[in-house]
């Protein structure tokens, strides 16, 4: 991490093939099938894609899920692999996942979990004071809407869909990344719980900062404008473009992008 200093950073995914294990026949098999992204600080990145195409898969690699198995390329931030490293390992070195479905934790009070999180990332004799931890905290509740009750609440235990949201965008602005993984935190939501998700999103956007946003609507990305958008299917990027790229998928759908790049696979909703 640089303090106050605007050294870029970035994630750069090469070639990445990724197996997961079939339970029920007791098999693997290939979900990505050689993803190639590379994106720094500074910068918004969304992959759109039809479902079952390895979007979630790719950010829960990225972050060292131990279900995921890389078969074959790499994942480097700043130029260093990541692939062996524990989870929380990579979310000590800048990486952060907001995912559809946040879990919950007893006996941990949200203020607790975040400030432990804070912490976790800085030197042991640069902790951060209960002070400067409370004036930051007040700072984005208000920013979220958030009501200072919350943070007493134990982490995520019987908070709605849209309050997990909401929280975990509040964990974004309080541990302050190199880069989130925003895996489908659009899914769920209605459109104001919607509004204050991308308006924590777009404070945090800045050169210190990058986000991949997983989603698999374009609605989000009406609130949250990205720098780059990448089009998944069959288990790799097969088409970049800008925001454009998003709005015109809307309205055009998947299988007119399929045929056209000559793809063979099957989308779930095709007719």
Do not use: C
């Not at 590379?38 to 899920?65: D, W």
Request: aromatic residues 4%.
């Amino acid at each position: 991490m640089t303090n106050g200093g605007q050294i870029m950073s970035t994630l750069e995914i090469k070639d990445l093939h990724v197996e997961v294990e079939d339970e029920e026949n007791q098999e693997s098999k290939e979900i990505l099938t050689g993803v190639n992204l590379t994106m720094s600080t500074g910068e918004i990145h969304a992959i759109m894609g039809p479902n079952g195409t390895g979007k979630s898969t790719l950010s829960q690699t990225i972050m060292g899920q131990p279900a995921y198995h890389v078969t074959q390329g790499d994942i480097l931030l700043d130029g260093e692999s990541i692939i062996h490293m524990p989870v929380d390992e990579r979310a000590r070195k800048g990486l952060f996942l907001a995912m559809q479905y946040p879990a919950e934790i007893q006996g941990v009070t949200n203020a607790e979990f975040l400030r432990a999180a804070i912490n976790a990332r800085r030197p042991s004799d640069d902790q951060i004071s209960v002070m400067s931890f409370l004036k930051l905290l007040d700072e984005n509740l208000a920013l979220l809407d958030m009501n200072e009750s919350m943070t007493e609440r134990y982490l995520n235990e019987g908070f709605s869909g849209g309050e997990k949201k909401r929280n975990e965008i509040l964990q974004l602005l309080m541990i302050k990344p190199k880069f989130a993984l925003l895996d489908e935190i659009d899914s769920g939501l209605d459109i104001d719980a919607l509004k204050v998700v991308s308006k924590g999103v777009n404070s945090m956007r800045g050169a210190n900062f990058g986000s991949l946003i997983i989603t698999h609507y374009q609605r989000l990305l009406n609130y949250i404008t990205p720098d780059v958008v990448h089009v998944m299917m069959g288990g790799r990027i097969v088409k970049t473009g800008d925001a454009q790229l998003a709005k015109t998928l809307e309205k055009e759908g998947y299988a007119g992008l399929r045929d056209d790049l000559g793809i063979n696979v099957a989308l779930v909703d095709d007719n």
